[in-house]
């Protein structure tokens, strides 16, 4: 059984029905365990957020002791680490919007959501607030990389036809002796009296958008020193510019390239990859070997940068690493014999990537400093397939879970297929450029990037033989080759997997309708009078106790009102009792027209008949009474050629006392009908 998550979660609401649904609705995640803290005042809230623990923040703007957006302030003041998702009502989506861009990660409308909607709030607002404090965080070491690295460094500004100095590193100034001060803001003419390519060299940069290499011996800064001087073109206005020291590097260069041919004959036998990097990640040497494995020779391979070489997710991988190793020997933890093991992806020159696993010790002069980075490198493309391999069954399979989970969940086939569509492009191999849409009658379900092109698979939705609808998924543009075009074969079964489980589904809904059909049909069969298709005697007595518990509950009123067809025995023996149902059915639409859909009439027995009015009294009772009275009598009826007959009914109407039984409640209602019967006939008695 899998581990569920436990999230933390500070509730800042105080409406109690707010309060009471947003339990509910954690409670109900199966995958996590929201632990809720509560707090209704603002100022409470803050006391809560000294409890470290903590890990999302929901927030209603609008508590008792603070307003709108200064409630947002006040807690970003004090918990601006902790990611804030805004509670709003419809009419204030427009400053939760505003909240959303002063620092909350997300903001709901109460009275939409639902437990999954606000589960998947809480746990991506946890990720977005996490991958912002990595941004800032790797901000923070790219200026430390900056100011503390170990090679100087300056930032020139174009203006005009010049360049001004406007940024330097602690590097800089420690290896001028704070002669760099002295042109802080100076043009680099001051600078190029003496060695005027360096600002040829600026103005081609600039101009050419080119990075620009040149080694020198110094005049100025570093008199008599070995340079190597690179230029590098940051739009829209800059030229960074790195100036390192290599006096001593050329020297052990020098003795390298003495000892290199020692050890030449061995490194071109073997079919792993030597390499040695300098600290700017330039290739000083590479064995032959390379050409093997990727395809380049080692000129080829020395002329290139590294960001030529591996792809931007290993070269941000060899960043950090430096960074960390640059950490190390600032704060004097280095360890000369220390050992890195990597995995790289690297281009090869067909234009495919391979991956080499590298074991990388740092090369260091006989002070001890680090001055390069030597590497063992060997193919480990077939291991990696296995793992995407691996990672793309356990996608499908993860796939293929959550569409049935979905299919257990929902109760629609609407709902169903909209939430299918988006969790089905998650596992393909290239999920971030797939697309789907699901085609049922005259509908359509789609994910939200969805287009018609020509990189598509499909398979038809089967229903009981029948083709009710497509399921296809789509590349937003051209991918490699793989098994069906761009597709995997595994692909094509998953598809299948999951165009047969959704036929399934839909075919159940379908049983699943037609069963309710049938319930209903055969319940309302058991509670009708088949004559007057009014309800009959037993289901009268099930809605008034209901009727009566709730007057007794809410102190709504209620009206009875019972009816009897006067003289309706006679009729009977002069005409058949064929001719009488007819008076009983045309009774029954009679009274039909005459009600509200909240009032319910019955047949109470022969030609009885009773009708609950809820939330009348019975003064609006007798009112409508009297109208099914006059309408009633209105009737024409034709028991024999050419004789008209017009028949009446005798009513009595009451209204319902509180905690009064309904056998008394009853009985009173028919003394009334009785006595309308005694007063003549056609007529309506009523008392409250």
Known sequence: MNKKNRIKVLLIEDNPGDIRIIREMLSEDSH??????????????????????????????GLPDSQGIDTLHAILSVAEHLPIIIQTGLNDEEIAIRAVKAGAQDYLIKGQMNSFLLSRSILHSIERKRIKEELRISEERLKILFQEGPIPTFTWQKRGDSFFLIDFNLAAISVTDNKVCNFLDKGAEALSQDQPQLLDDMRRCFTEHLVIRRELTSKYFYPGKQMSVQYAFVPPDLIILHAEDITERKQAEAELKKSESKYRFLTEKMTDIIWILDMNLRTTYVSPSIKKTLGFTTEERMAQNVTDQITPDSFARIQNLLFEELEREKNGNADPDRTLKIELEYY???????????IISGIRDDRGSLMGIHGLSRDISERKKMEVAVRERNKELRCLYAIGEIIEMKDTIKETFRWSVDFLTQAFYFSEYACARITFGDQEFKTGNFQETIWKMSVDLIVQGKKVGILEVRYLKEMPEKDEGPFLKEERNLINSVAMRLGRFVEHKHMEKELKKSEQKYKELSITDSLSQLYNTRYFYDQLQMETGRSNRYGQPLTLILLDLDDFKAYNDAYGHIEGDKVITRLGQVIKRCLRKTDSAYRYGGEEFTILLPMTGSTSGAVTAERIRTEFKEEIFMPVPDKEVHMTVSIGCGQYQTNEGMKGFVHRVDQLMYQAKANGKDTVCSMS
Request: a negative charge; one cysteine or more; proline letters at 0%.
């Open 348 to 358: 090869h020159k067909n234009g495919s990537t391979v991956w080499l696993e590298s």
């Open 32 to 61: 996590n365990v929201f632990e809720v803290v509560q707090a209704d005042h603002l100022s409470q809230g803050l006391e809560c957020l000294k409890d470290d623990n903590i890990d999302v923040i929901l927030l209603d703007l």
